[in-house]
C-alpha cells in the first residue's frame, strides 16, 4: 500500500490532516431585495389599488351619464345612506351574524363528530357520506321553502345556513383524519398506543390544517346561507336581516339603501374570511409549512 509524503518529508500510513482547518462556510444569505419587500407589500396594497379603481370608475359612470339614484347610485351616496340609515341596518347586521354564528358553530360541531366517526367505523361512513353530499349539492334556494314549512322562520333560516356549512367542515376533517402517514400509524402501533392515543396525539394534530381550511370555507358559506334564507323567509314577512332589508329596498325602490346593506354583507364576508385566516395561522404558524414564513 503506498504511504503518503507529509509536508516534512516524513512518511507515515496515516493520511495527515490539512496544515489549517477548513474555514466553514459562514457566509450570510442574501439580504432581502427591494423585489422580495414589494412582493410581501404588494399582497396587500394591490388589491386595494385595485378595489380603489373600481370605485373611482363606478363613480365616473355615474357621473359622466348622470345617472338617477334609483338607477345607479354613487359610491358616496351608498356611504353616506350607511351612515344616516345605520340605527336600521345596524339592527340587521346583528341579526345576520348572529345566524351566521350560530350556524357555523353547529357545522364545525357537528361536522366535527361525524367526521370523528367516520373516522372509526369504515361502515358508517359508507352509509351516510353520500347523504351529506346530497345535502351539499341540493341548492339551498331550493330547500329554504320547505325549511319554511316544517320550521319556524328563524329555525328554518338557521338551518338552511348550517346545511351549507356543514359539509365543508366533514369532508375537510374526515380527509384530514384518514390522511396520517402510515409510518407514524406503524411507530404508534409498535409503541403500543391505544386507539385513544393515536386519535388524539396523532390524527387529530395530522387533521388540523384541514380542519381549519375546511373553516375558512364553511364561514363564507355560513353568511351566504343564510342571506339567501333571509331572503325566502323575508317574503313570508318574517325576516330582519340585511337580506332582508335588501328585499325590502328593491320593493320601495330605496336603491342607495339596497347598495349600502350589500355593502354591510361584503364587509361581513371580508371580516369572517379574515378572522378565520387568522385563527388558522395563529394554530399552524409553529409547525406547519402552510403557515410559516419563509425567509
Known sequence: MAERLLPDGASEGLIAPPPFPAKPDTAPGPAPGPARTWLAHGRWLLPVAVLALAVLGWDLVVRLNALPPYILPGPGLVVSTLIKDWAVLSG????????TALALATAVIGGGVLALVFAASRLV???LFPIAVILQVTPVVAIAPLMLIYLEPGTAVLTC????????????????????????QDLFALSGASRWQSLILLRLPAALPYFLGGLRIAGGLALIGAIVAEIAAGSAGQGSGLAFRVVESGYRLNIPRMFAALLLISLT??????VLSLVSWLALRRWHDSAVTRQ
Open 92 to 99: 340587521s347586521l346583528l341579526v345576520t351574524l348572529r345566524i
Open 161 to 184: 345556513a348550517f346545511i351549507v356549512a356543514f359539509f365543508p367542515i366533514l369532508s375537510n376533517t374526515a380527509l384530514g383524519l384518514n390522511s396520517v402517514d402510515p409510518n407514524l
Open 269 to 274: 364576508g371580508i371580516l369572517i374570511h379574515t
Open 125 to 127: 361512513e359508507l352509509s
